[in-house]
């Protein structure tokens, strides 16, 4: 956001006051402030736009980082903290077993969604987003089971801060697993352009963008890979 201040001192002439009217008033300039600096939410040092973050566990909410704080969370395999380091990296998951059946045993009513282990709940997480935010499915997930079966990467589903995401909108078939950053961003993405009913082609835009950087950033991951 960018603010606005005033400013611009007025020229002042030390002369006869009918010469001091004669001049004219310089005019008063607004400048622009720098934008607002992002801080790390932990020890509240100035951040790059492109920084860390973490997971606060206990309401799935994101917290900025900076380099020196995020190395303190390693989220080691069974220890439990209270904020958890987001991994950068994106993968894609060609051969990806996810037909019909599965999804619809999934009980998804959209065809965008993200799946994670929430280790508060104790349980996988479905969330799917629309233009009011991401909404979370409440409905059992009977088939999470026999896909993680079917597709041995999602063993490797680091619990709070990766997630599987689903797209299958306009005939897409993709799978990624992605920070759960990128998760909220699309969220955040949708409700920022959706349009009416059916949101608009403002909104499509956006999403193709999403994906497009997605596939650039993505690495493959084999679904033969057992972790």
């Known amino acids: 956001m960018i603010e606005l ?6 020229r002042t ?7 001091r009217l004669a001049q004219p008033r310089a005019a008063t300039t607004v400048a622009p402030q720098p934008a607002s600096v992002e801080r790390c939410e932990l020890c509240s040092v100035a951040v790059p736009a492109e920084h860390r973050h973490l997971i606060d ?10 380099r020196a704080c995020s190395v303190l969370f390693d989220n080691a395999p069974g220890v439990k903290l209270h904020y958890k380091l987001i991994p ?20 998804i009513p959209v065809d965008l969604a993200f799946f994670f282990f929430d280790t508060v ?24 089971d026999d896909l993680v079966q079917a597709n041995p990467p999602l063993r490797a589903l680091e619990p709070d801060v990766q997630a599987l995401l689903v797209n299958r909108t306009r005939g897409a078939h993709e799978q990624w ?8 961003s699309l969220v955040g993405l949708i409700r920022l352009h959706w349009k009416g009913l059916a949101g608009g082609e403002e909104v499509w835009t956006a999403l193709d963008e999403f994906f497009g950087e997605l596939r650039r950033r993505a690495s493959t991951l084999s679904t033969g890979v057992v972790s």
């Open 88 to 107: 950068p990296d994106v993968f894609d998951l060609p051969g990806f077993e996810l037909n019909e059946l599965f999804w619809a045993n999934l009980a």
């Open 13 to 19: 002439i030390y002369a006869s006051r009918l010469y």
């Open 57 to 66: 566990t206990q309401n799935r909410r994101l917290v900025c980082s900076c």
């Open 121 to 144: 709940a104790a349980r996988v997480a479905a969330l799917y987003p629309g233009p009011m935010g991401a909404a979370e499915s409440q409905l059992p997930l009977t088939a999470w």
């Open 177 to 184: 697993l992605v920070p759960i950053d990128v998760c909220y």
């Open 5 to 10: 201040a005033g400013g611009g001192a007025e």
